[in-house]
């Protein structure tokens, strides 16, 4: 069942039991089916088909259709694109959803004869080794799940925990600049393990922006967590100011009493101190105005990381008229081999 992203309302459950007999060919694969969604809410099609294989059901195009419409649905767009949700289940409202989010990885021009030519021979590879990253891919698209992927930095990533208070189309529940490193780490897996040579450049230019991108994160992460720490510092100061001027304002009277000031002394206590710069910064502080902090953010950027971040930013320039293999991973493909419920021989299971 196809919902539209922008839709409030998911496909409610329902008792499958109630439409299908207890006798038939298609109880024991529902039941399969229904058992791997209570495992995981979210699942992308050719897992899905690799999990029934496993488990002794081997399902064509239809058959699995029939099946997952009775407890699945999917989205026509967003993070979450063509993957297969139990009813019921909106990952829109849960962050937890995130580690089930889509990512894409596109072939680059200069290696999809590589894709033609497994295509023209029949081959397959298995989704197993697809998402361990042990083969490079024989389709020029290949959507997959972050939950699938064998590698430690992006099951790291997706495991801390989410600062996005909505769940966003491009995104989902990830930054920008999250998503992108993760995008550019699987981009650096895939074409490590190319089988034939022209790869080489691809690799070592993807590979230096996936490193860039590790250190911008982590020194905008650092900043962040810095400039959250000094207001929460700033805050425990005015707090302790607050409770400390009563008690000196006791103390003094208590001092005083019976006491009788000369006329120099009670001049001197009439006039009205003027708040020293500390003072005045706690003090605007108590207004509940943080603009000066918060705007000061980008002043309190290194160098360093403004030239990182300007410089990624950064074509690369075309050298006589020829535009290297390496420069080829910053354009935007056109998509290729959409998936389809059509193509259930994709893999090998």
Not at 179 to 195: E, H, I, T, W
Not at 232 to 238: A, D, F, S, T, Y
Not at 299 to 315: I, T, W
Request: hydrophobic share 30%; proline share 5%.
């Amino acid at each position: 069942m196809r919902v539209d992203l922008t839709s409030k309302q998911i496909p409610r459950t329902v008792n499958w039991k109630d439409y299908v007999p207890q006798d038939s060919d298609q109880w024991g694969c529902q039941v399969a089916v229904s058992e791997l969604f209570d495992e995981r809410p979210i699942w992308p099609k050719q897992s899905l088909t690799k999990h029934l294989f496993d488990k002794g059901f081997k399902v064509g195009a239809y058959m699995l259709r029939r099946l997952l419409f009775r407890t699945a649905y999917y989205f026509s767009s967003g993070p979450y694109l063509r993957f297969w949700i139990r009813k019921g289940y909106d990952p829109r409202e849960d962050p937890e959803s995130r580690i089930y989010q889509r990512i894409d990885f596109r072939v680059p021009p200069p290696l999809r004869s590589y894709c033609d030519a497994a295509a023209s021979n029949g081959s397959k590879h298995r989704w197993d080794d697809i998402c361990a990253f042990r083969v490079f891919p024989y389709k020029c698209q290949t959507s997959l799940q972050l939950f699938e992927l064998a590698d430690v930095y992006i099951q790291e990533e997706i495991r801390k925990p989410s600062k996005q208070t909505t769940c966003s189309c491009a995104t989902g529940w990830f930054p920008v600049n999250v998503l992108n490193s993760l995008r550019l780490c699987v981009a650096v897996r895939f074409l490590s393990v190319y089988p034939k040579a022209g790869a080489e450049n691809l690799l070592k230019s993807v590979s230096e922006r996936f490193e860039k991108s590790k250190r911008m994160h982590k020194q905008t992460t650092n900043l962040r967590n810095n400039d959250e720490g000094q207001w929460q510092v700033n805050q425990e100061l005015v707090g302790n100011e607050d409770q400390e001027e009563p008690n000196a304002a006791a103390a003094a009277a208590d001092d005083n009493d019976g006491k009788v000031e000369d006329e120099e002394e009670i001049e001197d206590n009439n006039d009205e101190e003027e708040p020293d710069e500390y003072d005045a910064l706690h003090l605007a502080g108590e207004d509940g105005d943080f603009s000066l902090q918060t705007d000061s953010y980008m002043e309190n950027l290194p160098n360093s990381y403004l030239q990182e971040l300007f410089g990624s930013f950064s074509s690369a320039g075309a050298i006589g008229g020829k535009v290297s293999d390496a420069d080829t991973m910053d354009e935007e493909y056109d998509i290729y081999d959409q998936d389809s419920d059509d193509n259930s021989d994709e893999y090998v299971y």
